[in-house]
């Protein structure tokens, strides 16, 4: 779906923000992009939009090179929600909000307000339909701009740190939307600096640093290897330094709360049962 | 222990809006505590940060009703230059409180408003530098810094104004783990060393149980939880309001209902993983 063929690109004031990135992104497939501060993780996103056209080498978006096609074009293909939502709210209303790119787009009108009726459902803001997007808070203007990309079905959608200003019961329904979308072929790109947040979604993560990949595979295999993620300046999630203090432990790390506390009740039911015979 | 901030029966209503964002709040903070904030967004909590640095009543309309008092003082009838000496506040985004040619004038800025004599200016400035360990910096261009290093200078600047009371929103939300995990401690050290409080919004609990004293959740403008990291963390209520707790701690919890382990402190991975080793042996 997406291909990176040796991309460098240099800032107008001389910095490197990307070195020889070659990667590909397939349809269905969940990445985490994660790494230190400045390691040019937007950057990276940004040329998927073509926001930024590479310095030398080329980026693809579903076969298209990023450099022969128009932003307007790519953005049918890809949606993404920025950091700042400030930078992308400008409408009268909610409900416009969310409507705007889907009339941009040609949707017949009642196909409009359907979409904007699911968007308003799923992110829980039905009561703000006719407010102003000024006026809600931080978190709820992250959650406006996913309704609006969302609403218009794109191939590709990339979040840039999605869950700043969102709370736990929040980040659980972002985390199923993202489950959802790529079960049903989405690629999905998330920025994030939550690692609690990504592990359960044991995404496919991609480690950056310095305008390079260092490190690219499934979580559990990136995401136990403690010195590779401090170099760049990443944490392992907590429930990865439970399992690894663990002397007898499963295969694999436990992917969320509830699995690990399975796994030791389990064995506890085990040890009772086998203190019990002798 | 003194107190340093006061809120008496609490509310503010906006213009216009239908529901009042604080809604008869309570809420005491001791001299040097370090106290989060939480609670699901547009609970109020940003509201509830404005009436305490003065941006409401001063800046913003409204029905104000009850009392905020800070280092004893009524916000009301305090001046807003008054209570910058008094409540210092970094922002999420640095990039909203950096903005001069040097970090050095960019901690300044907020002593030359005050119109602080010049050697006195230096001093806060050099100990202000020096305490968030930036002297290597201190003469570069404020936008050619990374996010951690912009988050330090922006805090240099609040720390030059010696203020007793710090809110913090939300700020290792745009850091990466491990810069985040070292403002954190920095927070520590800093209440350690200058006995200054902290008020954290934070919804990535996982960082700051280390350090804080108290949690305090809101939920639609009223306060629903106060107690220590433990109480708040293992109460059945702190689910319901989208506290965000840390996994391993879940595991705990989880553990600790069905009698596995106990749930006097918070354990950490390895504490937690050690207990569970000692019983399977």
């Not at chain 2, 804080?212 to 319901?240: C, H, Q």
């Amino acid at each position: 779906m997406i291909e990176f063929r040796d991309v460098t690109y240099i800032h107008e004031n001389g910095v490197k923000a990307l070195d020889g990135i070659t990667m590909q992104m397939d349809a269905g497939e969940t990445i985490a992009i994660v790494g230190e501060n400045g390691a040019g993780k937007t950057t990276l996103i940004k040329h998927v939009t073509g926001l930024l056209k590479p310095t030398s080498g080329a980026v693809l978006v579903d076969g298209v090179n990023t450099r022969e096609t128009s932003t307007a074009t790519l953005s049918r293909k890809v949606g993404i929600a920025f950091q700042n939502p400030d930078h992308q709210l400008f409408s009268e209303s909610v409900q416009e909000e969310i409507a705007f790119a889907l009339k941009n787009f040609g949707f017949p009108p009642d196909l409009v307000e359907k979409r904007v009726t699911w968007g308003l459902q799923l992110f829980g803001l039905e009561e703000y339909k006719e407010s102003s997007p000024l006026i809600l808070s931080g978190g709820e203007k992250k959650r406006l701009t996913l309704a609006c990309i969302l609403a218009w079905d794109p191939e590709v959608v990339i979040l840039d740190e999605p869950t700043v200003g969102q709370d736990a019961i929040q980040k659980e329904k972002l985390a199923g939307t993202i489950k959802m979308l790529g079960s049903t072929g989405k690629t999905v790109v998330v920025v994030s600096h939550d690692i609690e947040f990504l592990w359960p979604l044991q995404p496919r993560v991609v480690v950056m640093k310095s305008g390079r990949i260092v490190a690219d595979g499934p979580a559990p295999e990136l995401m136990t290897k403690k010195e590779m993620l401090e170099s760049a300046r990443v944490a392992e999630p907590q429930l990865v330094s439970f399992y690894q203090a663990l002397s007898r432990r499963p295969e694999s790390p436990f992917v969320d709360a509830l699995e690990a506390r399975l796994w030791i009740e389990e064995g506890e039911a085990s040890h009772r049962g086998g203190s019990a015979v002798t | 222990m003194d107190k340093i901030l006061e809120i008496e029966e609490l509310s503010f209503r906006y213009p216009e809006a239908a529901k009042k964002a604080v809604d008869s709040f309570n809420l005491d903070i001791g001299e040097s505590e370090i106290v989060v904030l939480a609670g699901p967004s547009g609970c109020g909590k940003s509201t509830l940060l404005r009436t305490i640095n003065g941006l409401i009543p001063h800046m913003y309309n409204g029905d104000y009703s009850g009392d905020v008092r800070v280092a004893g003082s009524s916000v009301r009838a305090s001046s807003m230059r008054d209570l910058a000496q008094i409540v210092g506040f970094l922002f999420q985004n640095p990039e909203n409180q950096i903005f001069m040619f040097t970090v050095e004038r960019d901690i300044a800025f907020g002593l030359e408003n005050l119109g602080v004599p010049r050697p006195e200016m230096r001093r806060r400035v050099d100990e202000a530098i020096s305490l968030l360990g930036i002297g290597n910096i201190s003469q570069r261009a404020p936008h050619e810094l990374s996010d951690g290093q912009k988050q330090r200078v922006a805090l240099a600047g609040v720390l030059a104004m010696r203020p007793r009371l710090i809110i913090l929103d939300e700020p290792t939300s745009l850091l990466d783990p491990k810069t985040a995990m070292e403002l954190v401690d920095l927070v520590a050290r800093l209440r350690k060393e200058l006995g200054t409080t902290f008020v954290v919004v934070e919804h990535r609990l996982d960082l700051l149980v280390r350090v804080a004293d108290r949690i305090v959740v809101m939920d639609a403008g009223a306060k629903v939880l106060d107690g220590t990291p433990r109480d708040v963390l293992f109460s059945e209520a702190a689910d319901g309001y989208g506290v965000a707790v840390p996994s391993v701690t879940q595991v705990q919890k989880m553990l600790a209902r069905d009698g596995l382990v106990a749930d006097g402190k918070i354990y950490s991975a390895k504490e937690l993983a050690s207990i569970m080793e000692r019983r399977g042996a």
